[in-house]
């Protein structure tokens, strides 16, 4: 299995910060332990002289007459091998015995003052280094004596220990620094693993089965953000997926009619023993299907527009007064071959801003609905006015109440395109600021759109 580099990238961090964190541990752990080694070597060395102090004031009461030089000479016999050289020195601070190694001694001072520090670090070689303690009585004890005795040890053993000490530190780091990183790669596999469930479900995941969802815990941290982004991806999917399929059934509900009319009226023809006096008429009824057939396609074209959650630019000043004129010319003769009249009600000029393009597809399919779905009588009559902060087009036609027409809109199609053209008309309503409604009064059914009056909009003139 290849190195991942997301994980090499998070063991690396990990590496590094584990590194500094042991780098600064262990920094202050050399400090500490070599300070502890050098009050170690001062304790030891201050407990030497306080015991040969001690056993030099014995001898010294013992006899007293023999001197002070001899009681440290008897002294000094009797005391055990040590690492530790002494000095001692009489009430005048003059040095009078040692006892020792010559080169510990000569480091001493030939004279030892009361009031000199306790502890001294001197040199007594190229390459020797000594410590003198004092001992404790002798420089600050509640009983004044007549002498003093001064401990010597060397520093080198000491110091010796605590530099080994601090290069094992500095050899173990990189070891440390391998087994950090190999550790933070399996730590990191170890957390990367929920991603890598996630990147299986994606890749065994079935277009025509988006029902899938990844568990989301609580409270929710950085993966299951993740999981939920993801869960939030495939709804947005299945709702995409959701909108083709209706697309296509209703394409495929739309454009079924017209071309069953053109391919009958083809076969008619073709079969017809007489094709000279069936043509003409055949040609009228194909001539109608494909009309009706390009309408149900730019029909399906603006809804797959409005499923799709474009926004359409609302640049145009479009003279309603004159969009309703243009409009009931367009379909006059389609009212007629339904045998419609087409006329004219209560017209106001306003003006809005918004696409001419789209306004004058809504006010279409609802004359088109009109016809299609409302009776001969009385006339269609299509009507403009404002009313507050909108302008209205209506459309009304005689035929019986529909309750559910606004309804309709949302629901997919079942019969020859009324469903289809409400929702086209709601949705460009919807990108003009206004709405899609319906009443019904006296056996008449009116339909019809608002749209904002907004910057640039003129409202009729009071007379």
């Known amino acids: 299995m290849p190195l991942s580099r997301l994980r090499l990238r998070l063991s690396a961090a990990f590496a590094l910060a584990f590194a500094l964190g042991v780098a600064i541990l262990m920094g202050a752990l050399f400090l500490l332990l070599r300070r502890d080694a050098d009050r170690q070597l001062t304790r030891r060395l201050q407990e030497s002289a306080t015991g040969a102090a001690e056993a030099l004031g014995r001898e010294y009461g013992e006899a007293p007459g023999a001197g002070l030089a001899a009681a440290a000479r008897e002294t000094f016999r009797e005391l055990p091998p040590s690492a530790h050289s002494l000095v001692v020195y009489d009430g005048a601070g003059i040095q009078i015995a040692s006892h020792g190694a010559p080169a510990s001694v000569g480091a001493a001072p030939s004279e030892w003052r009361q009031g000199d520090a306790a502890v001294i670090d001197r040199t007594a070689g190229p390459e020797d280094d000594v410590r003198l303690v004092a001992d404790r009585a002798g420089t600050a004890g509640a009983r004044p004596r007549s002498f003093h005795v001064l401990a010597i040890g060397p520093r080198q053993p000491t110091e010796a220990h605590v530099e080994s000490l601090g290069w094992w530190m500095t050899a173990s780091a990189p070891i440390v620094v391998l087994l950090s990183l190999a550790g933070g790669y399996g730590l990191a596999r170890l957390a990367l693993r929920p991603i890598g469930t996630l990147e299986r479900a994606v890749a065994t995941l079935d277009p025509a089965d988006l029902m899938g969802r990844r568990p989301v815990g609580e409270p929710p941290d950085e993966l299951d953000r993740l999981a939920l982004r993801f869960n939030e991806l495939l709804g947005r999917l299945e709702q995409a997926q959701l909108r083709n399929r209706r697309f296509v059934r209703r394409a495929a509900h739309q454009l079924k009619t017209p071309l069953t009319v053109v391919l009958g009226e083809a076969d008619l023809n073709l079969h017809s023993a007489d094709a000279a006096a069936t043509q003409m008429q055949g040609m009228r009824r194909v001539r109608a299907a494909a009309q009706q057939m390009r309408r149900r396609v730019d029909e399906l074209l603006l809804l797959a527009e409005a499923q799709a959650g474009e926004h359409v630019p609302l640049d145009d ?41 789209l306004l004058r597809e809504a006010l279409v399919e609802l004359v088109e609905n009109a016809c299609r779905h409302g009776r001969t009588e009385p006339d269609i009559r299509i009507s403009v006015h404002a009313d507050g902060s909108a302008a209205w087009v209506d459309v009304a036609s005689g035929g019986p109440p529909a309750p559910d027409a606004l309804a309709l809109a949302d629901a997919p199609p079942e019969d020859d395109g009324m469903h289809l053209g409400l929702t086209i008309v709601r949705w460009i309503a919807a990108q003009h600021g206004g709405g899609l409604r319906y009443e019904h009064t006296g056996g008449i059914n009116l339909f019809g759109f608002s749209v904002e009056l907004g910057p640039g909009a003129r409202e009729p003139a009071e007379a």
């Open 317 to 357: 000043l479009v003279e309603l007064d004159g969009l309703a004129l243009e409009c009931a010319d367009l379909m006059r003769g389609r009212a007629a071959q339904m045998r419609h009249a087409l006329t004219l009600g209560e017209v106001e000029a306003v003006t809005v801003r918004g696409s001419d393009r």
